[in-house]
């Protein structure tokens, strides 16, 4: 039996090759996918590595503890066992791009030690005089070497810079790594008053980073000082990113799990059909002698073989899945391919045991048949309908999704949200399940829609899909999870666009919103009065974060604005109370200070310090959206009312909110507001238009980052149709045959095919927009709120682009099988049995 498995093998080449490339594409898809979640953390450890490279010990000074000074580093520089020392200080330095607009950046001061630079240099030099700046290569685009630039220090006034190098390093994943480079003394002349982070040390020849912290604490001995090895600062930096990067990981696992899905469903279809239509081989062996456990056993021997070789060829074709959509979303010279035993052992098991569990069914069904009467009849006949099991198990997962969909409209947003979920899954199993139920009657009504348009092909295919409606139904099915998934993300991404954009509309009636680019630094005090004087603005009142102390609940952030500010130009919504006018003693809170602490309206708290406290009565209870300038933080008072209850130097983010006269010019009165800006350089002026582009770019970047992965997700759904539709090309070599020998040319089988590949598409592609859409409107009732409303927003362009792309994929899925069925001589095709 061993000689007859690989006697099948080399005699079917070409539907074993078909079986193996389903195999591999799957196995590539998941091993791609997890390769993705483990290069989150690759990027980690580059970026650490890269900031903490040279650094044998890293001393820095705890909470309450001494300045870390000049004299302190030379103190460390005569340390025995010291190489060289340097100290990191990192300055807020905004630039004025291209377009003469001020953006965030910050500026690192030159370390004298090469191996304490935590960037390399990419083209030019580094400074070597005042006034000289390199900048990272990939954040800062738009100055070339030799032009000027200009930065602004601390105190808003312009410096003049000449570029003469580029640096490159890791995305800084979170470490908030500097753009620019200068000189210790160009650092100073922009922030006097900036203080230094850390003082990084390089161990000389022979001594342990250990050996030299012990060292340094010895000579040091100075309490608040943190002394730690150069291995402890880096895994403490890994430790304080790694959080943010959670999120991003996770993602790539859950898509990971949707890959191994999908994968498993084009292995089990593409090897079922290679095993039923060797129903007839099977049952020879089984007359001349083979055993029922024989032929049992060298069926899975034969797809152990064939999933062993093609889950290897996978694993590594995944490596360039991984690469390629890394070049595509991020920096080409930042590409991570770490290969984990994890991921080796899941894409090995994905593609070897889902391959094993496809052949047993088939194996069994042919062991447990007469061998004559399977030479007689072939055993998709007996197989293709769906039962009564199948009906059952649809309606019972129905039932369970509809029912959990109703529980989680009428729950909290937090337990809905969970519902929601076991909905999703249930009605994703229900439309599955159904599937080879309903594909007979919808392919024989689209072959009767399409066979005035397209004659005959669209009857043979209609025909052909409905020989076995489970075939049909598992050829869409992966389609159908792809386009799930990326029809309830975009529909969803598109509600949150539009909540926000009504949320802002609704929140903030100013015209324009004026922030200071350093979030510490004060816009100019008579800013709000110049810009109340020009023509066509009715009004423009200043804005203030602050921190403040709320009685026995502790400190929070606040917001502060003109009394006569709120209802005009702020209007958030109003959960309980009222909030037209705020004056003296009064005090609006959010929701979720007010779930937080208790406080209900009509509660009075003693804000400020223990020597003067003010009382300040709760007037409103507001849900709102963080924009950008005009933050209401956890609560908002009279901006009179703020310096009485004001912790010391706690004044952030300043901003003037500007709103214009009716029937005025936004252009003409903007051009006017830009004029006044220019003596306020650190001034950004946005429009409401500016503020739905700031709030709405992180959420097009993950929907871009997920639309480039369920590409994948679709492609292996489509190579899955072109492998069922090329096995199925072999399998009905007599019966093309026939057809042309009737009469039916070769353009009319190949159309024939075309028009199959696209009623499968249609199955799966509309299955998959209804299950997205649906599932979008759920969580859409589930998760608005007042202040943060999501509307159920269908964008009818992108979802026209899914549809459209999956209707013009199908005929290109068919092209490889409809041109080898139309080149088959006919003679050879009659005589084929």
């Not at 039923?276 to 152990?304: H, K, Y």
């Not at 028009?755 to 199955?763: D, K, N, R, T």
């Amino acid at each position: 039996m061993l000689r007859v498995v690989f006697a099948g093998l080399r005699a079917r080449p070409l539907r074993m090759l078909l079986s193996a490339i389903a195999i591999a594409l799957g196995v590539a898809f998941v091993s791609g996918a997890l390769v993705l979640a483990d290069a989150t953390t690759e990027g980690l450890r580059a970026a650490v590595a890269f900031e903490t490279r040279g650094v044998d010990a890293s001393i820095t000074s705890s909470r309450g503890g001494p300045d870390l000074t000049g004299d302190l580093l030379d103190r460390v520089r005569r340390v025995p066992g010291v190489a060289a020392a340097e100290h990191r200080v990192t300055v807020s330095a905004p630039l004025r791009d291209p377009a003469g607009r001020p953006v965030d950046a910050a500026a690192t001061a030159l370390a004298a030690d090469p191996s304490l630079r935590p960037f390399d240099l990419a083209e030019g030099r580094l400074p070597a005089r005042a006034g000289e700046i390199a900048v990272d290569r990939d954040e800062v685009t738009g100055h070339r070497l030799g032009q000027q630039i200009t930065l602004f220090g601390q105190d808003g006034s312009p410096h003049s810079f000449t570029v003469v190098g580029e640096v490159n390093r890791p995305s800084d994943s979170g470490l908030g790594s500097a753009q620019l480079v200068v000189l210790p003394e160009d650092a100073r002349l922009l922030d006097p008053g900036a203080r230094i982070s850390e003082i990084v040390a390089h161990a000389a020849p022979g001594t342990g980073q250990q050996e030299l912290v012990a060292a340094l604490t010895r000579a040091l001995s100075t309490p608040g000082l943190s002394v730690v090895t150069g291995q402890a600062a880096a895994a403490g930096l890994m430790s304080q990113i790694a959080p943010d990067s959670a999120g991003l990981q996770g993602f790539f696992s859950a898509f990971a799990v949707l890959s191994m899905v999908v994968a498993a469903m084009v292995i089990t279809n593409s090897f079922t059909i290679l095993l039923t239509q060797r129903a007839r081989e099977l049952a020879v062996l089984r007359c001349i002698g083979a055993g029922r456990r024989q032929v049992f056993t060298s069926v899975l021997a034969e797809a152990l073989a064939l999933g062993t070789v093609a889950s290897v060829a996978g694993l590594f074709a995944g490596l360039g899945v991984a690469a390629a959509l890394q070049a595509v979303t991020g920096r080409r010279s930042e590409i991570y391919l770490p290969l984990t035993g994890r991921t080796a052992v899941a894409a090995l098991a994905v593609g070897i045991v889902i391959t094993a569990l496809a052949a047993t069914l088939p194996a069994l069904a042919a062991t447990r048949i007469a061998p004559v009467e399977a030479l007689r009849t072939p055993l998709e006949g007996k197989t293709a309908r769906a039962g009564r099991p199948r009906v059952a198990v649809a309606i019972l997962l129905l039932s369970a999704g509809v029912a959990a969909a109703v529980v989680a409209l009428r729950a909290e947003a937090e337990d809905g949200a969970g519902l929601a979920m076991v909905a999703m899954v249930a009605l994703l199993g229900a439309v599955l399940a159904a599937g080879p139920l309903v594909a007979g009657p919808v392919v024989r009504a689209l072959g009767m829609i399409a066979s005035p348009l397209l004659g005959m092909p669209a009857k043979i295919a209609a025909l052909n899909a409905d020989r076995n409606p489970k075939r049909t139904a598992a050829s869409a099915a992966a389609l159908t999870i792809g386009l799930a998934v990326v029809s309830l993300v975009t529909t969803v991404t598109a509600g949150l666009e539009a909540g926000q954009t009504k949320g802002l509309a609704e929140q903030l009636k100013a015209d324009f919103v004026i922030s200071s680019v350093l979030i510490q630094r004060p816009l100019p005090r008579d800013l709000a009065d110049r810009i109340a004087a020009v023509p066509g603005v009715a009004a423009a009142a200043p804005m203030q974060s602050f921190s403040a102390t709320l009685g026995e609940h502790g400190a929070w952030g606040l917001s502060a604005v003109r009394g006569d500010a709120v209802g005009t130009l702020l209007r958030p919504a109003v959960l309980s109370g009222r909030l037209d006018h705020l004056g003296p003693g009064q005090l609006a809170i959010s929701e979720e200070l007010a779930e937080q602490t208790g406080l209900v309206v009509g509660d009075t708290v003693q804000a400020g310090n223990a020597g003067a406290l003010v009382p300040l009565r709760v007037v409103a209870v507001f849900d709102s959206v963080q924009v950008p300038g005009a933050d209401l933080r956890m609560a908002v008072v009279d901006l009179a009312q703020m310096p009485a209850i004001e912790l010391e130097n706690s004044g952030y983010d300043h901003s003037v909110l500007v709103g214009l006269a009716d029937r005025a010019d936004d252009t003409a009165v903007r051009s006017a507001v830009e004029q006044v800006l220019t003596t306020a350089p650190l001034a950004r002026l946005s429009g409401s238009a500016d503020l739905r582009e700031q709030l709405a770019e992180p959420l097009r970047r993950t929907l871009n980052l997920l639309w480039g992965l369920t590409a994948l997700a679709v492609l292996i759904a489509f190579a899955g149709i072109t492998n069922t539709l090329s096995l199925s090309v072999l399998e009905r070599v007599r019966e093309s045959a026939l057809l042309r020998a009737l009469g039916l040319t070769r353009g009319g089988l190949r159309s024939s095919l075309a028009v199959e590949a696209v009623f499968v598409a249609l199955i799966g592609a509309l299955s998959g927009l209804l299950l997205g859409v649906g599932s979008a409107w759920l969580i859409a009732g589930i998760v608005a709120t007042e202040g943060e409303p999501m509307p159920f927003t269908l964008p009818w362009e992108r979802l026209g682009v899914l549809f459209g792309a999956a209707l013009l994929a199908a005929p290109l899925a068919a092209l490889l099988p409809a041109r080898r069925a139309a080149r088959r001589s006919l003679i050879a095709g009659i005589a084929e049995q």
